[in-house]
């Protein structure tokens, strides 16, 4: 059983719905879509002709792939549907950036040819997981590309400090703390000035959002690492995300952050190749000297 998961498509896509349905239907292949996704589709006069699911407890047990249509927030959101059942998943790039969604509409047939012929990768990206004594939270605690803790207004600091394996490390004064993943280190901590991991590091990078304090740097630290979070300002609340699901917490909240002890498997396909999509999505090539 292949699981087509997506939430809204743009206009433009929509020949490309039916050209991935066409396709699974000739190789007789069964498939299943996610019933928000399979409803808005009906509304434009595309019927699939499958089951639907709403929620990782009803997709299907015997499904084996899931293919993700959308940008890479939907590739986020792949995350509560699969959680700890390691179904390896690929996006089709319906959105802008795309880091996870590597698939470009131009390549689908060739793409989901090789697919169903198996041919390809599985790649495991590390999780964070996060707890937390002092709150109850409300949304699934992983996260692929990160985990943040930041101020709950335009006006003043945060105070967060951590321990590293029981060790203090520092008090970050700032707006905030992004701890990511190599998965999301090409995503917010990359725009604070975090380094790039390779996806297949199990590293996690703890990147400070507008420290008040210049000497302070983004750290890289061993996967087995606990990290010890305790946040307090000014206000009484602060905002906490996983990935693009957010909360709001109190004051003077702590919080244990550490790598998951399963992976999100990726599937990747030939051709498709890390080097290659930073070169083209950060346009590093675009240099005269090249």
């Not at 199990?202 to 210049?214: D, E, G, R, T, V």
């Amino acid at each position: 059983m292949l699981a087509i998961f997506g939430k809204s498509l743009p206009d433009s896509f929509l020949p490309q719905v039916d050209t991935i349905s066409a396709l699974l239907k000739k190789s007789g292949t069964p498939f299943c879509c996610f019933k928000t996704l399979h409803d808005k589709l009906l509304t434009k006069g595309i019927e699939m002709h499958c089951q639907t699911y709403s929620s990782s407890e009803d997709l299907p047990s015997d499904t084996i792939l899931i293919l993700c249509l959308g940008g890479d927030g939907t590739m986020l959101e792949t995350l509560t549907i699969v959680k700890e059942r390691q179904i390896p998943i690929v996006g089709v790039n319906t959105g802008k950036l795309g880091f996870l969604s590597e698939i470009f509409p131009h390549e689908i047939s060739k793409s989901i040819d090789n697919l169903l012929k198996g041919n390809y990768i599985i790649q495991p990206r590390t999780l964070i997981e996060v707890l937390s004594d002092d709150i109850y939270i409300p949304t699934y605690n992983f996260a692929l590309n990160d985990f943040t803790l930041r101020k709950n207004d335009q006006s003043t600091l945060v105070q967060i400090s951590v321990s590293v394996d029981g060790y203090f490390l520092n008090t970050y004064w700032a707006d905030g703390l992004i701890i990511s993943t190599a998965t999301g280190s090409t995503a917010y901590s990359m725009s604070v000035g975090g380094p790039i991991l390779v996806p297949e590091s199990k590293s996690l990078i703890l990147s400070p959002i507008a420290s008040h304090n210049l000497t302070v740097r983004p750290l890289v630290i061993e996967k087995n690492s606990l990290i010890e979070i305790f946040i307090e300002g000014r206000n009484n609340l602060h905002v906490a995300t996983l990935d693009n699901r957010n909360i709001q917490v109190p004051t003077r909240t702590k919080f244990k952050v550490r790598a998951a002890d399963f992976t999100l498997d990726i599937a990747q396909l030939p051709d498709h190749h890390f080097f290659h999509t930073l070169r083209n999505k950060l346009m590093w090539g675009i240099d005269k000297r090249n």
